[in-house]
């Protein structure tokens, strides 16, 4: 095996730092999916939670999407 050069190092450092950049921009993208990922599950709890109190489905998705409605409204003071 020949050595290699100190500009075929220099390029494959390179290479390597592009590498790790591109998995740190995947790793963060992952981190975003994974937010709204327990988000969901989140809501989803809530949905079945109403459900298993006795709400029809429809009440207990009427009942979620007021609920998320108000939590995201402005209001006088907020």
Known sequence: ???????EL?????QKNEELKSL??????????????DCAN?????YQSF???GFTEE???QILTITLNNSTKRTLFG
Do not use: C, G, P
Not at 1 to 7: G, L, P, Q, R, V
Not at 10 to 14: A, D, N, R, T, V
Not at 24 to 37: G, N, R
């Open 1 to 7: 095996m020949a050595a290699k050069t100190k500009n």
């Open 10 to 14: 220099l390029e494959e450092i390179e």
């Open 24 to 37: 740190k921009e995947e790793m963060k993208k992952l981190e975003t999916y994974k937010k709204y990922d």
């Open 42 to 46: 989140e809501i989803r709890a809530m």
């Open 51 to 53: 459900v298993n109190s």
């Open 59 to 61: 009440q207990s998705f």
